[in-house]
């Protein structure tokens, strides 16, 4: 005998959704069959949930274009962190050459960063196709730069703008460029200007910044550290200290870094490889259960 | 695009118009093909384009003709000129303007194949101040190449040989009114 509460009736091995009532009269509820026949013509030929559908008559709710919707992504070819900073005379970028497949290390010579303009870098982390996309973008812009010819190019900050924008349109589509990105330049009035874009339009600007992992393990020693006149080989001290903390804490990067830097006066450069000093020789790195008798 | 430029004539805005269409074409083939428009495909395309508006009655030709200058991988540097007909030939040499019967017979008489960019750049100062017909008006002299110096990209011709090629043109001017005289 089937429960009298829910009236429906079931056909065996055929789920059909519980149908509730938002009617004042009856209030909420089970809506029982027979009772509301018009109710009942709704889900005559029902298959499934009712999708809420736009005015166009198909497509999910508060979708820009009708039809095919481009579901969330899964990245694929990732790259880990970017740490900026700015100092006296200019600003600089550093992250690793890796690109992961999943967890594994599989491109190891990505250049995680690009020259846009004479006046700006850019630094990603997270997926490598979207990033290439962003590059068109930005190649765009400045092939209209170069067509007006009239010498003046974007500033940093215009692309950091720009670039909000994009992300930010992006995830209200549920089809965020997975990306963060790290922007750095100087501006005309003879200020350096770092900023960072993430997949879902967050943005800011700050001193020193990180984008990925970097948050975690480079920023508590910008914040220690970092002053805005430091002098480059400080700065670049200090980048190095950092990227050596993000890389034997991070599982997913590799000790091959590059560095590029905005300096006043001079052209955009990214640096050569290189690979920072690690220690792998800790006591409690080697010997962790010492002190901790049962563990392993 | 950056390997593609053009110069116009006749009705300024007609002339934007026609360029605001190259940059479309260039940055839509770059966007689909994830390439460079090559040169015949750019100027088919503004033909057809120009040709468009000789067709219908309700839009009016094009009052403007432009010079196009292209480089690309297969046929190396082209010139291209486009008129309002919708005609569209690629020249060694060509001129478009008022002077331009003048011009012609001027720039006939150059051995084009073995002249270098810099020494062409000269030649043309040389042309359009010769064939420029008001001789008392002022008027101020823009070159833009695409060659080798320029790195295969169109740009304006460094200052330094542009007022090199118009004093040689001014000069060369003013010997030829001596000699009138």
Redesign the interface.
Known sequence: RRDVHNATRVPFGVMIPVRVSHNQSIGPGVVPAGVDPAYDAQYANHKGPVAHVGANGFGRPFSVAPGPITHTQTPYVTGTTVLGMKYKDGVMIACDTLGSYGSTKRYKNLQRMRVVNAKTIIGFTGELSDFDYIM?LLD?LN?ND??E?DGKELSPKEIYSYLCRVMYNRRNKFDPLWNSLVVAGLMKDGTQFLGTVGMIGQHYTDSHLAAGFGNHMARPLFREKHTDDMSEPEARALMEDALRACVMRDKSMMNKFQIAKVEFGKAPTVSEPFAVATSWDYEKFKNPSEFAPGTW | DRHAGMAGTGLAPDARQIVSRARSECAQYLSFYGDRIPAQILADRMAHYMHLFTLYWSVRPFGASSLMAVKDEHDGYALYLLEPSGECQRYHGAAIGKGRQAAKNEIEKLDLGNLSAAEAVRHVARIVYATHDEKDKEFECELSWICDASGGEFKRVPKHVVDEAVEAAKAALESDDEMDA
């Open positions: 068109t765009e092939t170069y067509c010819d």
